[in-house]
């Protein structure tokens, strides 16, 4: 599936590098549950300089470890403990906020991220190596919100997708090798003297942020001063 | 994430007889539907509309009252662990308005609880290949010890206290409330007619106990009202469905007929002098459509029920992580004591979720099959022997 937002606003047009695959073509094996990972790099003028897809390779454990919470139902008097993008072992119970990504444009605690960090996933990885940081600064990206894709199904594949893009005024060139998924987990606030939760209101939400998915690129995405790097996660599951 | 999915049958001295494994083939739109909600944090504003387990359409979210005691944001989307068999399961969430109303917390209503065995894993008898669209399983095996009833025979019935008349202009019939699973394949009301009426319609369609919905009628069909009789002792007119509608336990659906000409007439017990009519009358299951205390619906459903086995409860359990692989498992027991085999073809995963925020109501649990496998060739559980079921999702960096 091709990034629809630019259909009819530019004249897209590739002339740099293009993998031969866009994300239908990228086949995950009966029964698997995975990511699409496609990118795209847009020059300033809006054309097309680089576009390419593949399986993404590395849900890490944090994702089994929010599934498994919400699966089970962890209440909030015995949670489970989840490491946090800062490394930190946190509680985390059962909540309509776990898994949360939709992230609003200028936020890089969550959402698609980015990083320079080059070395192999594991799966213990809790967060990106290093994490690029929203801004206009040397070494910075600016990150807009985070969009998607309604859930569709055809006769072998059910799907749906999660967009971020992220533009470079640093001013020079920056090379992204790593691109991953940070998600919100909820963490429950209890007090002696109350059958509540503390942080018992939409506006009061404890929450810390945790990895699901980080992926490495070995030959790194390169975006100019003034272009765009867009990243789709489409997370898929084939019959 | 690849799925290994690992069945052993067990005899009644506990030796394994027989393992199958394979990889989970067959995860479906609905596993992508609730992933979604939750990684988009969908509201009740615009909630996504999905097909649960009862064929019918549901509207879910994430949304839960801003604030206020009791708010937990816990709408336990994706929850596949449960209590085997009839224990209850909360699904829901119910807005406590002050610490006076705490009851709601621990008191919830009906329309929150599920009962365990249409959580988790589930087993079947249909071996129809699997689509990504699948709602629930093809022929789903359901929980219990009773034989299998293979023609059409009385399922379940509330033939006592014809006390009143209700006229058909309007849509008129019963909150209905199964205890068991079966195929519903006719039902008789108690009618008669003033004039010369017409077809009568009757629906069988999908419905919660309270809060704003949306409804899909699972069956219709109609019959000649011009042939009922026009006075005692009336008529128990059958409506012959043009296929049947698996019914699930706990699950309510409503049962109800109209004829617009006025000319229709059904029979009912009415019962205002004790109070609640339906629950002096000891047929709490048949509650009226419109939800008043005093009537119960006079009716008789006809239908077939597959051979039953015991649903233990659902475990999920045992994440471990060691470099390059993570995985947990998700398990349970079936247990035949039903007296004959069962003939086990199909298995999957239904997984609980509550529907829409609506005001102070928080959604009717609900649940929606994510996962649906044909077990091929055929595995046969004889009776007294136990069937171990374990999913294993596993994820490599």
């Known amino acids: ?239 | 994430m690849k799925t290994l999915l690992a069945i052993n049958r067990i005899d009644r001295g506990g030796r394994v007889v027989e393992t199958r494994k394979q990889h989970v083939r067959s995860f479906t739109q609905y596993l992508m539907e609730l992933l979604y909600i939750a990684h988009a944090q969908i509201q009740s504003a615009a909630p996504r509309t999905i097909y649960d387990i009862t064929g019918g359409y549901r509207t879910a979210d994430v949304q839960s009252p801003a604030s206020g005691y009791g708010y937990r944001r816990n709408k336990p989307s994706l929850l596949v662990a449960s209590p085997g068999g009839k224990s209850q399961v909360l699904v829901g969430e119910v807005t406590q308005y002050s610490s006076a109303s705490t009851i709601f917390t621990f008191d919830p209503g009906l329309s929150t609880l599920m009962p365990g065995e249409l959580i988790g894993i589930q087993i079947g008898s249909s071996s129809a290949a699997v689509t990504p669209t699948d709602n629930r399983l093809a022929s789903r095996i359901p929980h219990g010890r009773s034989a299998p009833v293979p023609a059409a025979a009385r399922q379940d019935a509330n033939l006592a206290g014809d006390t009143s008349d209700q006229n058909l202009t309007s849509w008129y019939g019963c909150l209905y409330v199964p205890k068991k699973q079966f195929d519903l394949t006719s039902v008789k009301f108690l009618l008669y007619r003033t004039g010369s009426p017409g077809n009568i319609t009757i629906e069988v369609k999908t419905c919660r106990f309270a809060g704003g919905t949306t409804f899909t009628v699972l069956a219709t069909t109609t019959s000649n009202g011009n042939t009922l009789p026009t006075g005692a002792p009336y008529e128990w007119r059958e409506f012959v469905l043009p296929g049947p509608v698996t019914l699930l336990p706990g699950v309510p659906v409503t049962i109800w007929c109209q004829q617009a000409a006025a000319n229709a007439i059904m029979r009912k017990y009415y019962n205002t002098s004790g109070g609640y009519g339906y629950f002096l009358n000891k047929q709490p299951r048949f509650g009226s459509a419109d939800g008043s205390s005093y009537n119960s619906i006079l009716m008789d459903l006809y239908g077939t029920s597959p051979r039953e086995i015991e649903y233990g409860a659902c475990d999920v359990s045992g994440l471990t992580a060691a470099n390059p692989t993570a995985q947990f498992d998700i398990r349970r027991l079936f247990t035949n004591r039903s007296g004959g085999d069962i003939t086990v073809r199909e298995c999957g995963l239904y997984a609980a979720f509550p529907d829409t925020y609506s005001g102070s109501f928080c959604g009717s649990g609900g649940a929606v099959c994510i996962c649906r496998d044909v077990i091929s060739p055929d595995l046969v559980v004889g009776d007294g022997e136990v069937l171990a079921v374990t999913y294993t999702p596993q994820i490599t960096v």
């Not at chain 1, 009819?8 to 002339?15: D, K, L, M, Q, S």
């Not at chain 1, 072992?89 to 906020?97: I, T």
């Not at chain 1, 429950?188 to 990895?211: H, I």
């Not at chain 1, 070995?218 to 765009?228: D, K, M, Q, S, Y």
């Open chain 1, 1 to 239: 599936m091709s990034d629809k937002r630019a259909t009819g606003r530019h004249r897209i047009e590739a002339r740099g590098v293009a993998s031969p695959l866009n994300p239908d073509h990228v086949v995950l094996e009966p029964g698997e549950i995975g990511a699409v990972l496609e990118w795209t790099v847009r020059r300033a003028d809006g054309t097309v300089r680089e576009r390419v897809a593949k399986k993404a390779e590395s849900y890490v454990r944090q994702f089994l470890d929010l599934l498994l919470v919400q699966m089970t139902g962890v209440p909030e008097v015995c949670p489970a403990q989840i490491t946090d993008t800062s490394g930190a072992l946190r509680d985390v119970a059962a909540s309509s906020l776990n898994f949360d990504c939709a992230a609003v444009a200028n936020i890089d605690a969550y959402g698609v991220v980015v990083g320079i960090g080059a070395g192999a996933p594991t799966i213990g990885d809790y967060a990106l190596q290093s994490k690029i940081a929203h801004g206009v600064g040397a070494g910075q990206l600016q990150y807009g919100g985070v969009a998607f894709g309604m859930p569709t199904s055809n006769l072998s594949a059910s799907h749906f997708t999660v967009t971020r893009d992220f533009a470079n005024g640093s001013g020079n060139p920056i090379v992204v090798y790593e691109i991953g998924l940070y998600v919100k987990g909820d963490m429950p606030v209890l007090l002696s003297n109350s059958q509540n939760r503390a942080n018992d209101s939409a506006s009061n939400p404890t929450v810390q942020y945790f990895c699901t998915i980080r992926d490495v690129i070995g030959t790194g995405i390169t975006i100019l001063n003034g272009e765009t790097l867009t990243v789709n996660y489409r997370q898929e599951c084939v019959v």
